[in-house]
């Protein structure tokens, strides 16, 4: 399974931003998926994941109330909203699955396919 990132970018604190993860070379549809983040000089932090129905979904103590995470498995991608942006948010943004269920992803912190990541930088 290959997992590719778009919808990075620059934003002014207070702005919106949706980033997309599309899977491809294999049943994307079996898999808990995350968006993890990595800002220079801080541990990664997993802000969002959804288990592979899509009914179950986590969001971190810092994007609750302005992050939304949601999947449409007939076109293998799964989707982060992100309202609200603040300059802690800057981050590069990983998409990861993982196979096997939401609980099961949330008490790792490796998983099975990674993708490239996505720079979100957010000016003040």
């Known amino acids: 399974v290959q997992l590719v990132e778009s919808g990075g970018g620059l934003v002014q604190a207070g702005g919106s931003l949706r980033l997309s993860c599309v899977a491809s070379g294999g049943t994307f549809s079996t898999y808990a998926v995350g968006w993890i983040r990595q800002a220079p000089g801080k541990e990664r932090e997993i802000v969002a994941a959804?288990?592979?129905?899509?009914?179950?979904?986590y969001i971190g103590d810092s994007g609750r109330g302005r992050f939304t995470i949601w999947r449409d498995n007939a076109k293998n991608t799964v989707y982060l909203q992100m309202n609200s942006l603040k300059p802690e948010d800057t981050a590069v943004y990983y998409c990861a699955a993982h196979r096997g269920s939401l609980a099961d992803m949330m008490s790792r912190t490796e998983y099975d396919y990674w993708g490239q990541g996505t720079q979100v930088t957010v000016s003040s």
């Open positions: 959804i288990n592979w129905p899509g009914v179950n979904t």
